[in-house]
């Protein structure tokens, strides 16, 4: 217990952990000892003897020098492979040490001990000088810990060395190539976005073993979201489609050889598209809690915000919550158009408004041009209340200056009136409802002051526009009129000239003009004296 204790809290790592690609190799384990030391391994005692008062000058920093931990690789094939523990220790020899003891404990495990002794001529021929001890019989796991006690013997109290020390985790290329618990195979993929599949390949799998597929949402674990895909050992091409509905950033591809406690890898094609948990908002319009609850792990910021102008969504107070896995939910919202909801992970920032479409509107303010002003109602599906304030806008100002305010209680569905009369001119209504937590904050400009200039405008354009209407079809009938005249003027002509040439070049109308040379009498007659007067006879 005391070993397993000093297992987990010790900071000491001597040697380097052996994670670096390209692991020593060995053929097999065994135990070495310096050059005219011969030294022979056997079990430790079962029950060992109790340690003995050490002579004068022996300590643990006189004793071992240079004591360090590494890790080996014995092989048997290529992907058959095994991790050693190497232990080389350096000890200042004395006639008192016949040799050293080799313990080590790992996580869950009894310690196990083996004895490397030294002949005595050897040991009295090397006595007082600096002599090495390596031993690496000692099979350790990727990722394991382990703790080493080296003691000598005969076993003298209080001299001692311990250290900790890791083995290589599966990180190694050099593992994951040889050792078969590190072993995984390497995935690659095409996405095909319209049919929303993935195509995944398999290479470096495991041999003469089958390799499963499937597509699983990553958190802790990986959870998965259908059947799997069992690639046969048999088959030449190692490829399989996999199906998916939603490119989520947590949805990843996971492969694992067909063994018991096989290690899995994961890859994940759409990790980036944080765009994409930004859905599934939604609303309960008889409690009025909004909620959004992360499709994936995700560590963000969700605020309620109101869209203004250009697109700016400005956070309300005290409405903001930190999210990572669970569901997070607003009480008493207010669902109007322009409350929405802004995500913020990292530098990004995305927004999402799920009251644009009117449905869950719960009230309005209509307003209606009548007498010269505007006739401004509050009209509400529930019964609400609101703060209804008065308030001027400067010109190339967005601010609006309240100078008074109101407060309305609204009956469902039961539009109330407000009284504007003798308001000031340009004026705007800035409405909030007040029997919620969040809310929009709605600006309502009037325009009553420019209802003479729009109705003079009006009466001019219609009296334009009736003018029109005289003139234009006068001077159509007036134009017409002319051309008939003319044509007229114009057939009479012809016809007169005509009718004087079938009549002799004269014409039946009297002529005063004495200039005439036609005028002559149509018949020859003798005149007849009757008693002295001259009477022309009488034409027949």
């Not at 200042?92 to 083996?114: F, N």
């Amino acid at each position: 217990m005391i070993l397993w204790l000093l297992l987990l809290m010790s900071p000491c790592c001597l040697a380097v952990n052996g994670a670096a690609a390209g692991l020593g190799r060995i053929e097999r384990c065994d135990t070495r000892c310096s050059q005219g030391l011969h030294c022979k391994t056997k079990p430790d005692y079962l029950f060992p003897p109790p340690c003995q008062t050490p002579a004068d000058g022996l300590s643990t920093s006189s004793v071992f020098h240079n004591v360090s931990l590494s890790t080996v690789m014995s092989c048997e094939g290529r992907q058959k492979c095994s991790l050693h523990l190497r232990i080389k220790t350096g000890l200042h020899l004395a006639e008192s040490i016949h040799g050293v003891s080799i313990c080590t404990v790992t996580t869950g495990m009894m310690s196990t001990c083996r004895v490397v002794s030294f002949t005595r001529a050897s040991r009295q021929r090397m006595s007082g000088l600096q002599v090495v001890v390596e031993n690496d019989c000692t099979v350790v796991s990727p990722g394991q810990k382990v703790m080493v006690t080296v003691k000598t013997v005969l076993s003298y109290c209080g001299i001692a060395w311990t250290g900790t020390y890791e083995a290589p985790d599966c990180i190694s290329e050099d593992l994951q190539r040889h050792v078969p618990e590190c072993i995984t195979g390497r995935l690659s993929y095409d996405v095909n976005p319209q049919r929303k599949e993935l195509s995944v390949s398999v290479a470096d799998m495991l041999e003469d073993h089958d390799y499963h597929l499937r597509l699983c949402h990553k958190d802790f674990i990986c959870i998965g979201t259908g059947a799997n895909t069992v690639i046969k050992k048999e088959e030449l091409v190692k490829s399989a489609t996999l199906p998916y509905s939603r490119p989520l950033p947590c949805l990843c591809i996971e492969g694992w050889s067909a063994v018991m406690d096989a290690p899995r890898v994961q890859v994940c094609p759409f990790k980036e598209r944080l765009e994409e948990l930004w859905f599934g908002i939604t609303f309960d319009p008889l409690e009025g809690t909004l909620s959004w609850e992360p499709a994936c792990p995700v560590t963000a910021v969700v605020a309620l915000c109101q869209e203004g102008e250009g697109g700016v969504c400005v956070d309300l107070p005290n409405a903001a919550q930190n999210v990572s896995r669970e569901k997070i939910a607003f009480t008493k919202v207010d669902p109007h158009p322009r409350l929405c909801m802004k995500f913020t992970a990292g530098s990004q920032s995305w927004t999402r408004c799920p009251f644009t479409d009117a449905r869950f509107q719960a009230w309005e303010v209509v307003a209606t041009g009548r007498q010269g002003h505007e006739d401004v109602k509050m009209l509400s599906q529930i019964a609400a209340e609101f703060s209804v304030g008065l308030c001027e806008r400067s010109k190339g100002s967005a601010v609006c200056q309240i100078t008074e305010t109101h407060t309305i209680h609204a009956e469902k569905n039961k539009a109330v009136g407000l009284n504007l009369t003798g308001k000031l001119c340009d004026s705007c209504l800035q409405v909030k409802r007040l029997d919620v937590k969040f809310a929009a904050t709605v600006v309502h400009c009037l325009q009553q002051c420019n209802q003479s200039s729009h109705l003079k405008h009006a009466i001019s354009s219609q009296s334009t526009w009736s003018w029109t209407w005289v003139v234009l079809p006068a001077g159509v009938l007036l134009s017409a009129v002319i051309i008939v005249t003319v044509v007229l003027h114009i057939l009479l002509t012809v016809y007169r000239r005509r009718k004087q040439k079938r009549n002799g070049g004269c014409a039946f109308e009297r002529q005063t003009d004495p200039a005439f040379e036609c005028v002559a009498p149509a018949l020859q007659t003798k005149p007849v004296v009757h008693g002295g007067v001259l009477v022309p006879d009488s034409p027949q």
